[in-house]
């Protein structure tokens, strides 16, 4: 019997240090718990995810005790409401939906305003819409009648091209037949003759375009814009949209310069986060620049000098700690 007792001791005691181990393993050096943070991006077709993806990399390396995942989402509307719900921590979204999100209007209208803080401006998304040469589809007026993807559901490409189309003055139930498919959706669907156009919101190149075109026997056309950029300024401000020009040559088979509507990206992270983490967050961001870039080339429109007249809503208290001590005021 005492023997018995004597191996219970020595087995209670065994495992009371295995689980004390265990605790100190999770906690790390520092002695604090490993924290998880999510980042929305969006589709894998797309540049929020090679940027999303590199970016968690970066902060999860440059962090203490922190474990940064990149999810796949249905991209700006989708990551914003995912904040919302206390789902992500950091998120990725245009400015045009971010405007919306916090002003509880659109598609936020029945969820409320998103309590989302600006971390960065990053670079400028340029609104594709792709076609094939010889469809007869010249301007977002000739859409009317035709098989049209509009993006991914929750997406800011389905924002801005019902804005477009509205503009244009096609009616979004009965004016075209519209897929709600996503950057790669939307190129295979337009590869087998499915659809007869689709739009993108992205930045430049973007990789399932610059696969499209690459397909054999088939030539893409990219459809300018700029006639209705007065209609968009008027109706939702000048802040928001802005001239944008796709280059000759970004995708195979183009030349000429394409006019079209440009929007800010905007880096958000949770009014939840402690200044002391966003600003951490907003340091590793910067710091590695060259990494990022090397994940997409858009990543080298990143800048210091953004102010806050170019985001459309607050930056953290953490990025403005950043910021002002590197002189921005």
């Keep these: 019997m005492r023997r018995r007792a004597t191996l219970t001791k020595r087995l209670t005691r065994f495992v009371i240090m295995l689980g004390l181990s265990v605790v100190a393993i999770a906690c790390g050096q520092s002695g604090s718990q490993v924290q998880f943070l999510s980042i929305a991006t969006g589709g894998t077709g797309g540049v929020y995810y090679p940027y999303g993806g590199a970016l968690a990399r970066v902060l999860t390396a440059k962090l203490p005790n922190t474990q940064v995942t990149a999810e796949v989402t249905g991209a700006s509307v989708d990551n914003l409401k995912l904040m919302q719900q206390g789902r992500a921590d950091l998120a990725f979204t245009l400015a045009d939906t971010l405007h919306e999100a916090a002003a509880g209007t659109g598609p936020f209208a029945a969820s409320g305003p998103v309590d989302a803080r600006t971390v960065a401006v990053l ?3 340029y609104t594709h819409l792709v076609t094939r040469q010889g469809s ?3 301007r977002v007026a000739d859409l009317k009648g035709r098989v049209v993807s509009t993006g991914a559901p929750g997406s800011g490409t389905e924002l801005i091209a019902d804005r477009l189309l509205q503009a244009a003055g096609i009616d979004l139930r009965q004016g075209i ?3 709600a498919l996503g950057a790669s959706e939307s190129a295979g669907a337009l590869k087998d003759g499915k659809v007869d156009a689709f739009f993108w919101s992205g930045g430049l190149p973007t990789s399932a375009i610059q696969d499209l075109a690459a397909s054999a026997g088939l030539t893409i056309a990219l459809v300018p814009q700029d006639d209705l950029l007065p209609a968009l300024q008027a109706k939702y401000g000048g802040e928001l949209y802005r001239a944008g020009s796709l280059p000759g040559g970004t995708y195979r088979g183009t030349v000429d310069p394409v006019s079209v509507i440009g ?10 986060l402690s200044p002391e ?3 951490a967050i907003t340091a590793a961001l910067f710091d ?3 990494d990022l870039t090397a994940a997409h080339p858009e990543a080298r429109h990143l800048e210091r000098a953004t102010g806050p ?3 459309p809503v607050a930056f953290h208290e953490g990025a403005l700690r950043y910021y002002q001590a590197r002189g921005w005021r």
């Design 136 to 138: 007869g589809i010249s």
């Design 123 to 125: 670079y400028t998304n």
């Design 309 to 311: 007249d170019t985001a």
């Design 263 to 272: 929007v800010s990206n905007v880096l958000v992270a949770s009014s939840r």
């Design 277 to 279: 983490l966003v600003e």
């Design 288 to 290: 590695a620049k060259a």
């Design 177 to 179: 037949t519209r897929h």
